[in-house]
C-alpha cells in the first residue's frame, strides 16, 4: 500500500502567485498602452527641454508639421520641402474655413528635429504666416 | 481497494494550461507594443505676419531683446549676444542677463504689455540649441516653480545662406 501510493503522484507547482502577477502585468501595460501618441513621427527626435510643460486643456484646430532632420516638412504621412508646403496649408485653411473659423484660430504645432537648421523651421513658418496662420507651438520633450 | 481508488481520483482540477497560454500570449503582446512616452509640451510662439513689420518698425517703445545665435559650420553654436552683450554659447548667462534685464524693466509682465524678445539665430543652427534659448528666455524652473519670465518671442526673419 505504502509503495503504492507514492508513486503515481503527480508533482503540481501552485501556480496562483505566478497568475496573479501575470495579470498585474497586463492590467499594467493595458492602462498605459492608451497613452501612445498617435501624432509622433519616427523621424523626428525632439529637442528637450525643461520648460515644456504639457499644454493644459486642448488645442484648438491644431495643424501638425513634422521637420525631419533634412529639413522636409511632413504634415500626416506626405512629404513636403519649403516650395511645396503652401497648397496643403491653404487647403487646411479652406477646411478651417468651411468650419466657419479663421487663421488665428488654428494652431500650428511645429516638431522638429533637434538636429534640424533654424532657418528650415523658420522658412516653414512664414509660410504659414503667408497663408495666414499667426500660433505657433514649437513642441519639446519634457526634460525631467 | 477498487472502490477506494476511485474516490480517490475524482479531484476536480481546472485547466489551467490554455488560460497561461493566453494570458502570456496578451503579456507579450503588452510588452511589445509597449513604449514608453515622454511627456511633450509646447512654446507658444505669437507671430502674425503683419503686425512683425509693424514692430520692428514703428515700435521702439517696446523692450527688444535681441539674441543673436550665430551657427559654425556643422549647425553647432558659436556664440550668443543679447543685444550687444558676449554671452559666449554659456546658455545660464543668458538666462541671467535676461532675468537682469527683466528686472530692470520692473519685473516679469504677462501678457502683451511685456518685454518681447527677438531670436536670431543663423540658418544652420541646430534646432535644438533655438529651443534651449527660448526655453532660457521664457522662464526659470526652480525646482518644481516656475518662474516667467517672457512672454513673447518672435524670430527675426530667416538667414539664408548666400
Redesign the interface.
Known sequence: MRVKSAKPEIV?GD?TPM?DM??Q??AF??V??N???TE?NERVQ??????????EGE?ESPIIIH?ASDGTAIIGTEEFSVDTLRPILSRELSVLKADGKTA?DANI?IR????????K???I??VC??V?F?????????QL | MKIRNKTEGVKN?LQ?TS??DI??L??VF??M???I?????????????AK?NQNSQSDPLDIVLKVR?ESDAN?GLQRMRLNERELGTDFSMLRAAVIEMVNAGGGPVEGEDGPEVEID????????????A??MV??E?RGKE?IKLVDKIK?A?????N
Open positions: 503540481e501556480l497568475i501575470t495579470f502585468l497586463i501595460f493595458m498605459l498602452i497613452f501612445s501618441q509622433a525632439l529637442p528637450s527641454s525643461e520648460l515644456a510643460r504639457p499644454p488645442i521637420v488665428e504645432i522638429a528635429h533637434k538636429d534640424a537648421a533654424t532657418g523651421a523658420q522658412e513658418i512664414s504666416q503667408e495666414g499667426e500660433n505657433f507651438l514649437l513642441r519639446a520633450k519634457e | 482540477e489551467m488560460m497561461i494570458v502570456f496578451l503579456l503588452f510588452i507594443t509597449f513604449k512616452v515622454e511627456q511633450e509640451g509646447d512654446f507658444n510662439i505669437k507671430m502674425p505676419l512683425e545665435m549647425g539665430a543663423d540658418y544652420n543652427l541646430r534646432y535644438e540649441y533655438t529651443i534651449e527660448i526655453s521664457t522662464g524652473k516656475t524670430f526673419p530667416t538667414r539664408r545662406p
